[in-house]
């Protein structure tokens, strides 16, 4: 393992003796169907085989960071939510977990389960919709995203009772939540996720067995195990590659050491093994959120104390396994109110990273799935 | 009759002029697909429809998408604008094909006693006439060609497969 | 006057219109012309209008979705909705394309797709073209629209459009060949390639003659080339084909909106948008009727003799009605396949083609040429039924087996320690 | 938490910050010390999980202390600028970290050597504290612009820059907006004032 860096790797265009093609260059995006938002790939094709692909990104940017230092830290949690704005709950999970971790706050025992919970089921509405748009990038017409939906909606719909708000929950407070869960919650939550296998069961018997899927995802976008380490891969995309490394194993961060789960590998890295961990992730989830749902204790949910808080100067990571990969806070306070710095590592910018390398050599269809598969969300992309 | 005559054959004199005339290639081509059109409305006048359907199946659908194909690969479309082919002495040229073609129509327009007779009633151009020619005094001759275009189907497979990927079946 | 068969209403109110312009040849001449096509312009855009409305409720079923609901009683409005919508839009040329060509193709991509279908029997003596090349003519004309996709692909002046162009071009000419190759063993069977004796063909007219009612009934349908060997195998060549052929999911890669925004509709707008879209399910029309005539039976249908008729040839119910039903179920399994399977990428597309649906297709020619001279025991194909049907298997099999790579396979996934 | 003394011993020129528990590498050793951290088996530092650009202001404190003869005595603490890259390191071979490396540079000529030939995952983000920071890296191989567009001169993450007030347009200016959009469109601001 004492190798270089694995560097992009060049696509050779066949030129025989007389045989010479033009190379095709066509820039998909900002506005393109495809591309999940308003992400550019300059393209150039040969015939309709990728030889080169540079993501170009940016179209979003409204420099959260520096928004970020110039309000409060609690003044920064709504803009979490606004990262990735699938998963608001895990991104503002990620922020608390940092700042608790600068400042030494400590968790109320009912919060963390309620934590759980909510992250778990971000994820099951996460990775249920990836798995619609990919075969809807795939061409099915949005049969199957529209299936993941009506799932989606019972989930938005508890989020929406506990916090209020659909989509930017703006839920988690430093020390805990907001406010406690409304009284029938808990009990209409355990309906959906007992619910929810049977969804999966319906999705997986009409999806994984299906020859085109198979044809088309198989062999596609195969990243390598080397190459998905060494580029700071993480989430399903790394462990579709066969590496063992799920931060609620690594870390035990909040109360993950108390759950029974397990941690799905992949072995090819190919797009059927990113759209396949992703399937067992979600039997994964609805396991912890099982068992969550069982053992819940009562008790208070956040900290009264930790409002506007000044922290002591210090710095501090902080990072957990978001549905997409590692989110990551880097927090630098100098003791006023306001971070002296605020970073976000966010999943799906650096998972496109080896966006060329996965797509090189294939077709242009292709690679449409292959960055169906990376799941990528433009508000945390561009920031 | 005679106005539908009249329509196609000025549509298949104009265009084939066109094709020959015209610098945008794709233009050219597209000519050309109209003049085998045309023509194909001129064989069915003669109630030749199989001929007629052949045509355009042949050479409207796929002869003409071949050139096409063909077009779409080269480099330029458009012909140079700039570069015209200095053309001396077009009169004399015009004069000397017009005197070749006539010398060669001659003996057939003396032959000819007009006014013609219909042609339409003497033959029968149905397709098992068409079918028992071919397989009866023809059957060789047809053989022969699909031998041809059998050969012809397997060298273009031959040329279509790529060097690149049989080196890499060598190293596998 | 003979008695009301409601199977030849509409013919024999034509004949009677005709009969007063006996003494005015030219007149009768072009008032026959327009009676023959004018219900088909009329009656195609209508079937067009339906066809959307169901694609649209139909897709909304599959989908968990209600589909068109504001415009009228569940929306059976929304066509006309969306015809005035499309008027009323802007035509939009892009200023860098080829004006003329790109203004050209949906007229190119229209004219055959009407025309096509002037050779499709739609009843007993209903036919607005009896031509003799009746299968061969459909096909000529059918293929003049590979010209109008790459018209406006490459007059489009974008590059979207132009890989949807090609894409096109590659994937017709392809599925060109199965579709023809499965037809001609119809032709074949037939002796004909006049799509009327291609009908009356499929009809066992000694049941039909017979006394007994239920063999009259029978007699229509038994016959129906589907329901042979080379029949079925054909059958399902050609409506793979023809699936290929009108670019209908799966295999709508020309227009694949997630790979190439629209292919060669990228720049195309209002009432030209329309045509396009509209030629495409005349199309479509078209071919189901086709694959309805050379395998389905055409318009024939159960034999039901109206009560006080003695005409064997009468019928209660006519045969368009059988027709259209045909064509409208063959167009609802295009929309189930459309809200079901995902699409096929470009290579695969070929590799079926060429590699899976041609050779099937010759290997039926083969068992048709083997099922036609197959000894007969009372005229039941007793030996060239069970062999064809095997040989058909045998080779669906072997072809499938050999295009099946060992790559794509069922995968068990581990779980980490 | 990581035992960090033998990279200290092997390494002398690398600092400790106890504060941050962080080293502090110069940039001449940052790429050698980055690949001993991932090849050596008891490290295998493989991740490179998060890079940070971070821009300190120089600091003037004034203080007044009193001398013992009774009068105040202003002592004026500075403190200088920085811009330090901040990179965290994991390890997903043996499930530990992190690490955190810092190469310190200055504000003037903010230049560190790039550890993208050493991980590929920190491409991105080196080219992201490039585009907000200007913070050079040498060694990277496509140091461009990311979120930013090409044309783009400043760098927006600095503690010190000034958004430029005709930056953006605003239909209906307001407030501060309306101020400086006085300032520089005279005749639009009052057009529009009048228009509403």
Same mark, same amino acid.
């Given at each position: 393992?004492?190798?270089?860096?694995?560097?992009?790797?060049?696509?050779?265009?066949?030129?025989?003796?007389?045989?010479?093609?033009?190379?095709?260059?066509?820039?998909?995006?900002?506005?393109?169907?495809?591309?999940?938002?308003?992400?550019?790939?300059?393209?150039?094709?040969?015939?309709?085989?990728?030889?080169?692909?540079?993501?170009?990104?940016?179209?979003?940017?409204?420099?959260?960071?520096?928004?970020?230092?110039?309000?409060?830290?609690?003044?920064?949690?709504?803009?979490?939510?606004?990262?990735?704005?699938?998963?608001?709950?895990?991104?503002?999970?990620?922020?608390?977990?940092?700042?608790?971790?600068?400042?030494?706050?400590?968790?109320?025992?009912?919060?963390?389960?309620?934590?759980?919970?909510?992250?778990?089921?971000?994820?099951?509405?996460?990775?249920?919709?990836?798995?619609?748009?990919?075969?809807?990038?795939?061409?099915?017409?949005?049969?199957?995203?529209?299936?993941?939906?009506?799932?989606?909606?019972?989930?938005?719909?508890?989020?929406?009772?506990?916090?209020?708000?659909?989509?930017?929950?703006?839920?988690?407070?430093?020390?805990?939540?907001?406010?406690?869960?409304?009284?029938?919650?808990?009990?209409?939550?355990?309906?959906?996720?007992?619910?929810?296998?049977?969804?999966?069961?319906?999705?997986?018997?009409?999806?994984?067995?299906?020859?085109?899927?198979?044809?088309?995802?198989?062999?596609?976008?195969?990243?390598?195990?080397?190459?998905?380490?060494?580029?700071?891969?993480?989430?399903?995309?790394?462990?579709?590659?066969?590496?063992?490394?799920?931060?609620?194993?690594?870390?035990?961060?909040?109360?993950?050491?108390?759950?029974?789960?397990?941690?799905?590998?992949?072995?090819?890295?190919?797009?059927?093994?990113?759209?396949?961990?992703?399937?067992?992730?979600?039997?994964?989830?609805?396991?912890?959120?099982?068992?969550?749902?069982?053992?819940?204790?009562?008790?208070?949910?956040?900290?009264?104390?930790?409002?506007?808080?000044?922290?002591?100067?210090?710095?501090?990571?902080?990072?957990?396994?978001?549905?997409?990969?590692?989110?990551?806070?880097?927090?630098?306070?100098?003791?006023?109110?306001?971070?002296?710095?605020?970073?976000?590592?966010?999943?799906?910018?650096?998972?496109?990273?080896?966006?060329?390398?996965?797509?090189?050599?294939?077709?242009?269809?292709?690679?449409?799935?292959?960055?169906?598969?990376?799941?990528?969300?433009?508000?945390?992309?561009?920031? | 009759?005679?106005?539908?005559?009249?329509?196609?054959?000025?549509?298949?004199?104009?265009?084939?002029?066109?094709?020959?005339?015209?610098?945008?290639?794709?233009?050219?081509?597209?000519?050309?697909?109209?003049?085998?059109?045309?023509?194909?409305?001129?064989?069915?006048?003669?109630?030749?429809?199989?001929?007629?359907?052949?045509?355009?199946?042949?050479?409207?659908?796929?002869?003409?998408?071949?050139?096409?194909?063909?077009?779409?690969?080269?480099?330029?479309?458009?012909?140079?604008?700039?570069?015209?082919?200095?053309?001396?002495?077009?009169?004399?040229?015009?004069?000397?094909?017009?005197?070749?073609?006539?010398?060669?129509?001659?003996?057939?327009?003396?032959?000819?006693?007009?006014?013609?007779?219909?042609?339409?009633?003497?033959?029968?151009?149905?397709?098992?006439?068409?079918?028992?020619?071919?397989?009866?005094?023809?059957?060789?001759?047809?053989?022969?060609?699909?031998?041809?275009?059998?050969?012809?189907?397997?060298?273009?497979?031959?040329?279509?497969?790529?060097?690149?990927?049989?080196?890499?079946?060598?190293?596998? | 006057?003979?008695?009301?068969?409601?199977?030849?209403?509409?013919?024999?109110?034509?004949?009677?219109?005709?009969?007063?312009?006996?003494?005015?040849?030219?007149?009768?001449?072009?008032?026959?012309?327009?009676?023959?096509?004018?219900?088909?312009?009329?009656?195609?855009?209508?079937?067009?209008?339906?066809?959307?409305?169901?694609?649209?409720?139909?897709?909304?079923?599959?989908?968990?979705?209600?589909?068109?609901?504001?415009?009228?009683?569940?929306?059976?409005?929304?066509?006309?909705?969306?015809?005035?919508?499309?008027?009323?839009?802007?035509?939009?040329?892009?200023?860098?394309?080829?004006?003329?060509?790109?203004?050209?193709?949906?007229?190119?991509?229209?004219?055959?797709?009407?025309?096509?279908?002037?050779?499709?029997?739609?009843?007993?003596?209903?036919?607005?073209?009896?031509?003799?090349?009746?299968?061969?003519?459909?096909?000529?004309?059918?293929?003049?629209?590979?010209?109008?996709?790459?018209?406006?692909?490459?007059?489009?002046?974008?590059?979207?459009?132009?890989?949807?162009?090609?894409?096109?071009?590659?994937?017709?000419?392809?599925?060109?060949?199965?579709?023809?190759?499965?037809?001609?063993?119809?032709?074949?069977?037939?002796?004909?390639?006049?799509?009327?004796?291609?009908?009356?063909?499929?009809?066992?007219?000694?049941?039909?003659?017979?006394?007994?009612?239920?063999?009259?009934?029978?007699?229509?349908?038994?016959?129906?080339?589907?329901?042979?060997?080379?029949?079925?195998?054909?059958?399902?060549?050609?409506?793979?084909?023809?699936?290929?052929?009108?670019?209908?999911?799966?295999?709508?890669?020309?227009?694949?909106?997630?790979?190439?925004?629209?292919?060669?509709?990228?720049?195309?707008?209002?009432?030209?948008?329309?045509?396009?879209?509209?030629?495409?399910?005349?199309?479509?029309?078209?071919?189901?009727?086709?694959?309805?005539?050379?395998?389905?039976?055409?318009?024939?249908?159960?034999?039901?003799?109206?009560?006080?008729?003695?005409?064997?040839?009468?019928?209660?119910?006519?045969?368009?009605?059988?027709?259209?039903?045909?064509?409208?179920?063959?167009?609802?399994?295009?929309?189930?396949?459309?809200?079901?399977?995902?699409?096929?990428?470009?290579?695969?597309?070929?590799?079926?083609?060429?590699?899976?649906?041609?050779?099937?297709?010759?290997?039926?020619?083969?068992?048709?040429?083997?099922?036609?001279?197959?000894?007969?025991?009372?005229?039941?194909?007793?030996?060239?039924?069970?062999?064809?049907?095997?040989?058909?298997?045998?080779?669906?099999?072997?072809?499938?087996?050999?295009?099946?790579?060992?790559?794509?396979?069922?995968?068990?996934?581990?779980?980490?320690? | 938490?990581?035992?960090? =003394?033998?990279? @200290?011993?092997?390494? $002398?020129?690398?600092?400790? !910050?106890? %504060?941050? +528990?962080?080293?502090? &590498?110069?940039?001449?050793?940052?790429?050698?010390? =980055?690949?001993? @951290?991932?090849?050596? $088996?008891?490290?295998?530092? !493989?991740? %490179?999980? +998060?890079?940070?650009? &971070?821009?300190?202001?120089?600091?003037?404190?004034?203080?007044?202390?009193?001398?013992?003869?009774?009068?105040?005595?202003?002592?004026?603490?500075?403190?200088?600028?920085?811009?330090?890259?901040?990179?965290?390191?994991?390890?997903?071979?043996?499930?530990?970290?992190?690490?955190?490396?810092?190469?310190?540079?200055?504000?003037?000529?903010?230049?560190?050597?790039?550890?993208?030939?050493?991980?590929?995952?920190?491409?991105?983000?080196?080219?992201?504290?490039?585009?907000?920071?200007?913070?050079?890296?040498?060694?990277?191989?496509?140091?461009?612009?990311?979120?930013?567009?090409?044309?783009?001169?400043?760098?927006?993450?600095?503690?010190?820059?000034?958004?430029?007030?005709?930056?953006?347009?605003?239909?209906?200016?307001?407030?501060?907006?309306?101020?400086?959009?006085?300032?520089?469109?005279?005749?639009?601001?009052?057009?529009?004032?009048?228009?509403?």
């Amino acid at each position: 393992m004492s190798t270089e860096t694995i560097a992009p790797r060049e696509y050779q265009i066949y030129s025989g003796d007389d045989l010479r093609t033009n190379v095709l260059e066509i820039s998909m995006g900002p506005q393109h169907p495809s591309t999940h938002g308003v992400f550019r790939m300059d393209v150039s094709l040969d015939g309709e085989t990728v030889v080169k692909l540079k993501p170009v990104f940016g179209y979003l940017h409204r420099n959260h960071e520096k928004i970020a230092e110039t309000t409060s830290y609690l003044g920064s949690m709504p803009y979490t939510d606004r990262l990735d704005y699938f998963c608001s709950m895990t991104n503002n999970w990620a922020y608390a977990l940092a700042v608790e971790k600068m400042a030494g706050l400590a968790v109320p025992e009912r919060a963390e389960y309620i934590r759980v919970i909510m992250a778990e089921l971000t994820r099951l509405q996460n990775h249920a919709s990836l798995v619609g748009f990919l075969t809807n990038d795939l061409g099915a017409s949005g049969t199957p995203l529209l299936y993941a939906i009506r799932e989606r909606e019972h989930i938005l719909d508890l989020f929406e009772w506990a916090s209020g708000a659909r989509m930017m929950c703006n839920y988690m407070r430093f020390g805990g939540v907001r406010n406690d869960l409304p009284s029938g919650w808990l009990a209409q939550c355990k309906k959906v996720v007992d619910d929810f296998p049977a969804f999966m069961d319906e999705f997986e018997t009409l999806l994984t067995g299906n020859e085109i899927i198979l044809s088309r995802c198989q062999n596609v976008g195969v990243l390598p195990r080397d190459l998905a380490i060494n580029a700071s891969i993480t989430g399903p995309c790394l462990r579709a590659s066969g590496v063992d490394y799920d931060l609620r194993k690594v870390d035990k961060y909040g109360i993950y050491d108390r759950f029974d789960f397990k941690v799905p590998l992949g072995s090819v890295g190919d797009c059927y093994d990113r759209f396949m961990i992703r399937l067992l992730e979600m039997r994964e989830s609805v396991k912890i959120l099982k068992q969550a749902l069982a053992t819940i204790p009562e008790g208070p949910v956040n900290d009264s104390k930790a409002r506007n808080f000044r922290p002591k100067p210090a710095e501090a990571y902080g990072r957990i396994e978001g549905p997409k990969g590692e989110l990551g806070f880097y927090l630098v306070s100098d003791g006023t109110p306001k971070p002296h710095r605020y970073h976000v590592r966010p999943p799906s910018f650096i998972n496109l990273t080896v966006l060329e390398d996965m797509c090189l050599g294939q077709k242009i269809a292709d690679a449409v799935i292959v960055l169906g598969s990376i799941d990528i969300v433009l508000g945390e992309v561009d920031r | 009759m005679i106005i539908t005559f009249s329509i196609l054959s000025a549509i298949a004199v104009i265009s084939a002029l066109l094709a020959v005339r015209l610098r945008n290639l794709v233009h050219a081509t597209l000519t050309l697909m109209a003049f085998f059109v045309a023509l194909a409305g001129l064989f069915i006048l003669l109630m030749a429809e199989f001929l007629a359907a052949v045509q355009i199946l042949v050479y409207v659908g796929a002869v003409g998408i071949l050139i096409l194909f063909a077009i779409m690969l080269t480099q330029q479309v458009t012909g140079n604008v700039k570069e015209h082919i200095e053309a001396h002495g077009a009169l004399w040229g015009l004069a000397g094909a017009t005197a070749v073609l006539l010398t060669l129509l001659l003996p057939a327009i003396l032959k000819t006693a007009l006014p013609l007779q219909p042609v339409v009633e003497t033959i029968d151009p149905s397709v098992r006439a068409l079918g028992l020619n071919l397989m009866a005094p023809y059957t060789i001759a047809l053989q022969v060609i699909a031998l041809l275009l059998t050969a012809a189907l397997l060298g273009a497979v031959v040329i279509a497969i790529s060097p690149e990927k049989s080196e890499e079946e060598k190293k596998s | 006057m003979t008695p009301i068969n409601p199977d030849q209403l509409i013919v024999q109110l034509t004949q009677w219109a005709l009969s007063f312009l006996d003494s005015y040849p030219l007149v009768a001449v072009l008032v026959a012309i327009l009676l023959s096509t004018v219900p088909l312009i009329a009656v195609f855009p209508g079937c067009f209008a339906i066809t959307t409305w169901l694609e649209r409720k139909g897709l909304a079923r599959i989908q968990n979705r209600i589909g068109p609901n504001r415009t009228g009683p569940l929306g059976i409005l929304q066509p006309a909705a969306d015809g005035i919508k499309m008027l009323l839009k802007e035509d939009i040329v892009p200023k860098t394309s080829d004006r003329l060509a790109h203004f050209l193709a949906p007229v190119v991509l229209m004219v055959p797709a009407f025309t096509i279908l002037s050779v499709l029997p739609f009843n007993r003596n209903m036919i607005p073209a009896a031509v003799d090349t009746g299968v061969i003519l459909f096909f000529a004309l059918g293929s003049v629209s590979t010209l109008a996709v790459f018209m406006a692909g490459w007059s489009s002046r974008n590059k979207y459009s132009l890989l949807g162009g090609m894409r096109a071009i590659a994937q017709m000419v392809s599925y060109e060949l199965p579709l023809v190759l499965s037809g001609v063993t119809v032709i074949m069977m037939t002796g004909s390639l006049d799509t009327t004796k291609i009908v009356a063909q499929q009809q066992l007219s000694e049941w039909i003659q017979s006394s007994n009612a239920g063999l009259q009934c029978l007699g229509q349908i038994i016959g129906w080339n589907v329901f042979t060997p080379w029949g079925f195998a054909g059958f399902l060549i050609f409506f793979v084909a023809s699936l290929a052929e009108i670019n209908r999911c799966p295999f709508d890669l020309p227009e694949a909106d997630s790979e190439i925004v629209a292919g060669h509709l990228t720049e195309y707008s209002g009432f030209k948008y329309a045509l396009f879209f509209m030629s495409e399910y005349v199309s479509a029309f078209a071919i189901n009727g086709l694959s309805t005539t050379l395998f389905l039976g055409g318009w024939s249908g159960p034999n039901i003799r109206p009560p006080w008729s003695d005409d064997p040839n009468a019928l209660l119910i006519p045969g368009f009605v059988w027709f259209f039903a045909k064509m409208f179920a063959l167009m609802l399994v295009m929309i189930w396949i459309r809200g079901t399977l995902p699409r096929l990428r470009v290579d695969h597309l070929m590799g079926f083609a060429w590699k899976f649906l041609l050779p099937l297709a010759i290997m039926n020619i083969f068992v048709g040429g083997f099922y036609y001279y197959a000894p007969r025991w009372h005229g039941i194909p007793v030996v060239g039924w069970p062999i064809g049907f095997l040989v058909m298997y045998l080779s669906y099999e072997c072809i499938g087996r050999l295009n099946r790579g060992p790559k794509t396979a069922q995968r068990v996934y581990h779980y980490a320690s | 938490m990581i035992d960090l =003394a033998p990279i @200290l011993a092997k390494f $002398p020129p690398v600092k400790h !910050d106890a %504060a941050a +528990n962080a080293l502090i &590498v110069p940039q001449a050793l940052a790429l050698e010390v =980055a690949k001993w @951290l991932r090849d050596d $088996p008891a490290y295998r530092m !493989d991740y %490179a999980s +998060n890079v940070a650009g &971070v821009d300190t202001l120089p600091v003037e404190k004034k203080t007044k202390v009193k001398q013992p003869d009774g009068t105040d005595k202003e002592i004026v603490t500075k403190k200088p600028g920085s811009m330090e890259v901040v990179y965290h390191l994991y390890s997903m071979a043996l499930k530990h970290g992190p690490i955190t490396i810092k190469q310190v540079t200055t504000r003037e000529n903010p230049v560190v050597t790039s550890l993208t030939p050493i991980y590929r995952g920190a491409e991105f983000q080196e080219r992201e504290a490039f585009d907000l920071y200007g913070i050079q890296f040498e060694g990277h191989p496509d140091l461009r612009r990311i979120l930013m567009w090409d044309e783009f001169k400043d760098f927006p993450m600095r503690k010190d820059y000034v958004e430029p007030d005709d930056y953006e347009y605003e239909p209906t200016p307001h407030d501060a907006v309306l101020a400086k959009a006085k300032a520089h469109y005279p005749k639009a601001s009052t057009s529009t004032e009048a228009a509403s």
